[in-house]
């Protein structure tokens, strides 16, 4: 009897264990997915913001055709359904890459950079970026935390059972790694030293003449001091 009851509290503690594990990676699978939704928001607004750009820039730059060319035909393949994050991850640097050589052209338009409408979409895609940014790294957080517990004895026994898998990260190799830098005309603006900086004026201010102490004149005590008492020599410089 004994044997029994001991047995079937076995029995529970087991099933209790495989309850909890399974339950744990059901929520760290639905954190995977939900942060992949959040990505697939942001990259949506992303390609938008592109499409708007091109046609931004085919308005003062439509001679530039195989450059615009090449930003829509990546674009149109970040946007083909179906991929997986890796996959996507690929797609998305593609087109990074010509966005770059796009945003290289325009800075060869100063009527195009001073578009009030060009300036808002560059605002805008900056943002945008960074917030892609942001959900990458909870999405791959949550990818190791599933892989790990998928790849862990003992759950992952439980993983197999239940046939809950790993989930590829999305992330972007090599130079593809960083995001588009949306910058115009800043990045070779110089820069003064600050009026207080020592070794060098700003550019153009002509050097001031070194300080030459004042001599005073015989009889009267030097800056800031008192004249000798009687009897006794003046102190040495």
Known sequence: MIGWIIAGVVVVLIGLWLVS????????????????RQID?????????????VETVKGYAAHERGTLEDV?????????????????????????????????????Y?????????????QELT?????????RRYYNANVRELNTRVESVPSNVVAGMF???REEY?????????????????????????SGYAGGTA????????????TPSQGQPPAGGQPPAPGQPPAQG
């Open 21 to 36: 594990v399974y339950n744990g990676l059901i929520k760290l699978r639905n954190l995977v997915q939900e942060a992949w």
């Open 41 to 53: 928001v942001e990259l949506k607004r992303r390609h938008d913001l592109i499409g708007n750009l």
């Open 72 to 108: 829509m035909k990546a674009r149109a393949a970040a946007m083909a359904g179906g991929q997986s994050p890796a996959q996507q991850a690929q797609s998305e640097g593609l087109l990074s890459a010509a966005l770059g050589r796009l945003i290289a052209v325009a800075e060869a």
């Open 110 to 122: 100063p009527d195009l950079k001073a578009n009030q409408n060009f300036l808002a979409l560059q």
């Open 127 to 135: 943002s945008t970026e960074d917030r892609i940014a942001s959900a």
């Open 163 to 165: 046939g809950i898998r």
């Open 170 to 194: 999305f992330e972007a190799e090599g130079a593809e790694r960083d995001a588009v830098r949306v910058d115009f005309g800043q990045r070779e603006a110089t820069i003064p030293p600050p």
């Open 203 to 214: 550019a153009g201010a002509p050097a001031a003449p070194p300080a030459h102490p004042s």
